[in-house]
C-alpha cells in the first residue's frame, strides 16, 4: 500500500495515562514534560516518532496549548526531541551506546528545574491562542480590535480579475510594490523623515526587515549593540545568527551613553538595535539630547542604527527618531502595519541610506525573491484613503481607556510599574519571580511574559510585561492575586 509520507511521521498510539492534577507540587508543565520523557526513556517513543501535535495534545490533557508549548520546550532543552520545520516535535536518534558507557553504572538522573519561557515559547503562543479569554503576555492587541470593513474592501478593490491575473502570474517588483512605496514616502515625510521610494524596501514584516539589516551588515561574531530590556526575539534571532550581543541599558531618556562609549572602545560594534519610541518593554521615548549623542557616538565609532518604529502608529505627536535627525546617513528605519492593521498580511518595509540600498535588496532577493504585491497594494489604497489613520486614532482613543483600567487592577493586585504607563505595554514589578509565576500561570490558562524574556543572560526577576489591551480583565488579576499569595 502507498503511503505519502514516512509511517514514523504519524503521531503515534500512546498508552493511556492517569489525568494531571493541578493540585500536584509540579506543574502541569513539568508533569507533562516529565510523562513524554518516562515514555521515551522506556521506549515507548521511539526514536524518530513524532509527539502528538500541540493541539492535539492540549486538547487530549484538556491543557492550555501554550502549557503544552512549554512542556515540548523542557524536552528540547533536555535534549529528548527535536523540533523539525512545518512538521512538529520527533523523537531524537539516540547514539549507540559503546562498550564502556553499556558497562558503566547509570547515575541517577538530576532533579530538573522548570522550563523558562523562551522567545519562541511566546512566539509560538501566539499561533496556538487558548481560548476566549485575553493573553497578557502577547505582544500584539486582540483581533477584535483589528476587525474592520475598510480592509476587506481594499482588497477587492486591487483584485479586479485582470489585476490579479497581473499580480498572480508574475513576481513583484523588488523593491516593493511602486505605489505603496510612493504612498510610504509621502506618509514618512509626516513625521520629517524624507526619503525616496527608491530607499523603500518593502518586507515580510518589521522582522524580516530587522533580519534583512543583520544579514547584510553583519557576520557571525559581530558585536551588535542591542537595548536592554529589549524585545526578546531580538535577542534570540541575533543570537542564532551567531552574533556577540552587547546589552545597553535603556532608560527614560534613552540608551546609557556610558556603556556604549565603553563598548565603542573595547568591542568595536557594527550595528546599535533600538526602539526610541514606545519601546518595548518599558513604553519610554527617545530624548533629543539622547538621541543626539547616540548618532555622534555612532559617526566617531563608524557603526550603524536600525531603528525599529514598530508602534508608531500608536506614538506620540512629534516623538524623537533617530532616522529624522540623521537624514538617514547611518541609520536604517523600520517599520510596519502588523501591529496597528492586520498580523496576516505580514507587510512592512525599511528604508535605508542610498549607497546600502542594493546590498539590502540582494539580501531580500536571496531569502524571499519578492514580497506580495496584492497585499501591498491594497495596503496603498487604505492609507492613500485615509481609513488607516482613522482606524490608528480609533486604536489609540481605546488603548488610552484600556491603559487606564489595566494601570487600576494592576496597582491593586500589588504591582509597581517601574516605568511611566504609556503606549501598549507596561513595565511592573510583581514583588515574586515572574519565571516561576509564569509557568504556575500557565496552569491556569494564562500566558505572561516574565521580565528574564527581555535580558540577553537571563536571570530571576520580579519584573514582568503586560500589555494593555489584554489585561483590563478583572479575572486575570484574581489569578495573579490568589498565584502570588500562594
Not at 516529565?34 to 487530549?60: K, M, N, T, W
Not at 550581543?245 to 531618556?253: D, E, K, N, S, Y
Not at 519571580?433 to 490558562?445: I, K, N, P, V
Request: include cysteine.
Amino acid at each position: 500500500m502507498f503511503h505519502s509520507k514516512d509511517s514514523r511521521d504519524a503521531a503515534p498510539d500512546v498508552p493511556a495515562v492517569a489525568a494531571l492534577t493541578r493540585t500536584a507540587a509540579q506543574t502541569l508543565t513539568e508533569q507533562l514534560a516529565e510523562r513524554f520523557a518516562a515514555r521515551i526513556r522506556d521506549r515507548l517513543l521511539a526514536p524518530g516518532a513524532r509527539l502528538p501535535s500541540v493541539r492535539q495534545c492540549a486538547a487530549q490533557h484538556g491543557l492550555n496549548p501554550s502549557t503544552v508549548v512549554a512542556a515540548y520546550d523542557l524536552l528540547l532543552a533536555q535534549g529528548l526531541v527535536e523540533a523539525r520545520p512545518h512538521r512538529g516535535f520527533f523523537v531524537r536518534e539516540r547514539a549507540p551506546l559503546r562498550d564502556a558507557d553499556a558497562a558503566a553504572p547509570v547515575a541517577p538522573a538530576a532533579p530538573r528545574m522548570a522550563a523558562p519561557l523562551s522567545a519562541a515559547t511566546l512566539i509560538r503562543g501566539m499561533f496556538h491562542p487558548s481560548g476566549s479569554q485575553p493573553q497578557p503576555g502577547m505582544g500584539v492587541l486582540p483581533p477584535e480590535w483589528l476587525e474592520s470593513t475598510f480592509m476587506p474592501a481594499a482588497v477587492r478593490k486591487v483584485s479586479g480579475q485582470k489585476a490579479l491575473a497581473e499580480s498572480s502570474l508574475r513576481y513583484g517588483e523588488p523593491l516593493g510594490d511602486s505605489h505603496l512605496r510612493r504612498v510610504l514616502a509621502a506618509r514618512l515625510q509626516g513625521i520629517g523623515l524624507p526619503a525616496d521610494p527608491t530607499q523603500i524596501i518593502t518586507t515580510v514584516g518589521a522582522t524580516h526587515a530587522l533580519d534583512i539589516v543583520s544579514r547584510t551588515l553583519l557576520k557571525p561574531g559581530d558585536a551588535v549593540m542591542v537595548e536592554e530590556p529589549g524585545w526578546a526575539v531580538e535577542f534570540a534571532r541575533l543570537d542564532a545568527l551567531g552574533m556577540r550581543i552587547l546589552p545597553v541599558p535603556r532608560g527614560p531618556a534613552g540608551p546609557d551613553l556610558a556603556v556604549m562609549a565603553r563598548y565603542c572602545e573595547a568591542h568595536a560594534p557594527k550595528l546599535f538595535v533600538s526602539v526610541s519610541v514606545l519601546h518595548n518593554p518599558t513604553g519610554y521615548c527617545l530624548s533629543p539630547a539622547s538621541a543626539h549623542r547616540v548618532l555622534q557616538l555612532a559617526q566617531q565609532h563608524d557603526f550603524h542604527i536600525v531603528e525599529d518604529d514598530t508602534y508608531s502608529h500608536i506614538a506620540p505627536e512629534h516623538a524623537t527618531r533617530m532616522s529624522v535627525l540623521d537624514g538617514l546617513r547611518r541609520t536604517i528605519y523600520v517599520s510596519g502595519f502588523a501591529k496597528i492593521l492586520a498580523p496576516n498580511w505580514r507587510v512592512g518595509y525599511l528604508v535605508a541610506p542610498p549607497d546600502l540600498t542594493e546590498r539590502l535588496l540582494d539580501t531580500k532577493l536571496l531569502a524571499t525573491l519578492t514580497t506580495p504585491s496584492l497585499l501591498e497594494r491594497a495596503l496603498a489604497h487604505c492609507i492613500e484613503s485615509g481609513q488607516l489613520r482613522r482606524h490608528a486614532e480609533r486604536i489609540r482613543t481605546r488603548l488610552d481607556a484600556a491603559r487606564t483600567r489595566s494601570v487600576k487592577l494592576a496597582q491593586a493586585a500589588g504591582c509597581r510599574f517601574v516605568a511611566e504607563p504609556s503606549g501598549l505595554f507596561g513595565w511592573v514589578d510583581t514583588g515574586v519571580d515572574t519565571e516561576a509565576l509564569a509557568q504556575r500561570m500557565l496552569d491556569e490558562d494564562y500566558l505572561i511574559a516574565p521580565g528574564a524574556l527581555f535580558h540577553a543572560a537571563r536571570a530571576p526577576t520580579t519584573l514582568m510585561r503586560i500589555n494593555f489591551a489584554t489585561t483590563q480583565d478583572a479575572a486575570f488579576w484574581k489569578v495573579f492575586r490568589r498565584l502570588v499569595a500562594s
